[in-house]
């Protein structure tokens, strides 16, 4: 199963995994609750509420018949930030904004551009995130971990695709490469992202393929050009475009695998019966010689 897939895999086992605020994914219990509840009291009346034992009327004393009893709690943030790091992939920022700014992903921008590639997904206030799993389907905790869509009622605004969860040769297969403009430093838009993923796959590194056309992606312009002698000025035009297209085109197309040698049965011969053969066929052409007259 590829990186992908396992974190479809990991968000989808915890559909129905209550919410926390503060938490990420530890095992929901009332001294887990009490505990946020207490580092983050506005949180307080919500996180005793959802809890049977907690909340004041219907009160149980244990968790038996919860329907959480078992499951991990997450806020949204720390729901995301564990199911990244099922594979390994760490995402920093104590709250969803610093998430959004601090240096975790590979790829940045809007939902508008999206890339059909497992992601996670912001609103634009940066209240609230979740993860992108294809197909429209988004996954985030509110409530409760829950399935959505791009387009529910949630306004999902910004999306960020992790460092080390996609190769940038895998990433620029996802993207187009039919330019319709020259692209120069100070430019923004999905072609100046799709352009950097291209660059990075090739080598010429632009950083975060955030759509913006800053210094970092004019000098790999610049690289790529003097590479592929097109004149060297640093700005994206038509020709450069077009053998860039070319290029990452064929750096990501997928060779077939060698077909494998056949397989060739080894015969074990008797060295002895092997050495008598060899004397009986000499006889045989000593005899042949005899009637031939030679």
Same mark, same amino acid.
């Given at each position: 199963?590829?990186k %992908?897939?396992?974190?479809i895999?990991?968000?989808?086992?915890?559909l129905?995994?209550?919410y926390v605020?503060?938490?990420?994914?530890?095992e929901?219990?009332p001294?887990?609750?009490k505990? &946020?509840?207490?580092l983050k009291?506005e949180s307080k009346e919500?996180? &005793?509420g959802?809890?049977?034992?907690?909340?004041?009327?219907?009160?149980? %004393?244990?968790?038996?018949?919860?329907? &959480?009893?078992?499951? !991990?709690?997450?806020?949204?943030?720390?729901?995301?930030h564990?199911?990244l790091g099922?594979?390994?992939?760490?995402?920093?920022?104590?709250y969803?904004g610093?998430?959004w700014?601090d240096?975790?992903?590979?790829?940045?921008?809007d939902?508008?551009?999206?890339i059909?590639a497992v992601?996670?997904?912001?609103?634009?206030?940066?209240?609230?995130?979740?993860?992108y799993?294809?197909?429209g389907r988004v996954i985030?905790?509110?409530?409760?971990?829950?399935r959505d869509?791009?387009?529910g009622?949630r306004?999902?605004?910004?999306?960020?695709i992790?460092?080390?969860?996609?190769?940038w040769a895998?990433?620029a297969k996802?993207v187009?490469?039919?330019?319709? !403009?020259?692209l120069k430093r100070?430019?923004?838009?999905?072609?100046?992202?799709?352009?950097?993923?291209?660059l990075?796959?090739?080598? &010429?590194?632009?950083g975060?393929?955030?759509?913006?056309y800053?210094?970092?992606?004019?000098?790999?312009?610049?690289a790529?050009?003097?590479a592929?002698?097109?004149t060297?000025?640093?700005i994206?035009?038509?020709?450069t475009?077009?053998?860039?297209?070319?290029?990452a085109?064929?750096?990501?197309?997928?060779?077939?695998?060698?077909?494998?040698?056949?397989e060739?049965?080894?015969?074990?011969?008797?060295r002895?019966?092997?050495?008598?053969?060899?004397?009986?066929?000499?006889?045989i052409v000593?005899?042949l010689?005899g009637l031939?007259?030679v």
């Amino acid at each position: 199963m590829d990186k %992908p897939a396992q974190i479809i895999a990991a968000a989808e086992s915890q559909l129905g995994s209550p919410y926390v605020l503060g938490a990420w994914g530890q095992e929901c219990t009332p001294a887990l609750r009490k505990r &946020y509840a207490a580092l983050k009291p506005e949180s307080k009346e919500k996180t &005793y509420g959802r809890c049977q034992v907690l909340r004041d009327s219907d009160q149980k %004393p244990n968790c038996d018949g919860c329907k &959480y009893k078992g499951k !991990r709690a997450f806020d949204c943030r720390g729901f995301t930030h564990w199911a990244l790091g099922q594979i390994g992939i760490e995402i920093t920022g104590g709250y969803v904004g610093r998430q959004w700014s601090d240096a975790n992903w590979d790829v940045k921008g809007d939902v508008s551009d999206m890339i059909e590639a497992v992601a996670c997904v912001f609103l634009d206030d940066m209240s609230h995130t979740g993860l992108y799993v294809l197909g429209g389907r988004v996954i985030h905790c509110s409530g409760e971990v829950k399935r959505d869509t791009l387009t529910g009622g949630r306004k999902w605004a910004k999306l960020g695709i992790p460092k080390g969860l996609y190769t940038w040769a895998e990433l620029a297969k996802l993207v187009k490469g039919d330019f319709k !403009r020259m692209l120069k430093r100070g430019m923004t838009g999905e072609d100046v992202r799709n352009m950097q993923i291209m660059l990075n796959a090739l080598g &010429y590194e632009c950083g975060t393929a955030d759509g913006i056309y800053g210094a970092k992606t004019e000098n790999a312009v610049r690289a790529f050009q003097a590479a592929e002698h097109i004149t060297v000025d640093g700005i994206a035009g038509m020709e450069t475009l077009a053998v860039l297209a070319l290029r990452a085109s064929a750096f990501t197309q997928t060779k077939p695998e060698p077909a494998p040698e056949p397989e060739q049965d080894l015969v074990l011969v008797d060295r002895a019966a092997l050495l008598a053969l060899v004397d009986r066929l000499s006889d045989i052409v000593n005899a042949l010689r005899g009637l031939a007259g030679v």
